[in-house]
């Protein structure tokens, strides 16, 4: 090598692997990804764990080989939703397929919506109760 360091290839909107490192260029937003801490808890269906800790800023569910919560199952599709850990540390739910039916608490949902403590999330057919972790517990 001659010594000259490469620069880093660009991140784009489109990228689907969220498990690439983040820089975070002020303290307040270091800060805001430890205090992510959320729970999604399976209570029926196919998936590869029956809970999964929501620490990062983006979530995302499907089956493709890079989601967080993977959904299992013949017909599980590779990308339904993302959940996002907002900097008021809210969580906010929205499906990223048209056509595909995402249930919070009974109601379909068409864009954005929060996440509050016990909701019940119901994505191709597996069942989830949100569960927003405090200090205290």
Not at 59 to 67: D, L
Not at 75 to 101: E, L
Not at 118 to 126: K, L, T
Request: glycine share 6%; charged share 25%.
């Amino acid at each position: 090598r001659d010594g000259s360091a490469e620069a880093p290839a660009p991140v784009t909107a489109a990228s689907e692997d969220f498990e690439k490192t983040m820089v975070l260029s002020s303290p307040s937003a270091r800060s805001h990804v430890a205090t992510c801490s959320a729970h999604l808890r399976v209570l029926s269906g196919s998936t590869d764990y029956p809970e999964y800790r929501l620490t990062k800023l983006v979530t995302t569910i499907g089956s493709h080989k890079h989601a967080t919560v993977k959904l299992t199952g013949w017909f599980a599709p590779s990308s339904t939703a993302t959940i996002t850990c907002r900097h008021d540390q809210t969580y906010w739910i929205n499906p990223t397929r048209v056509g595909k039916k995402i249930l919070v608490n009974g109601r379909e949902i068409s864009g954005d919506q929060e996440l509050k403590k016990g909701d019940r999330i119901e994505i191709a057919g597996v069942v989830f109760r949100f569960e927003l972790k405090t200090h205290h517990q």
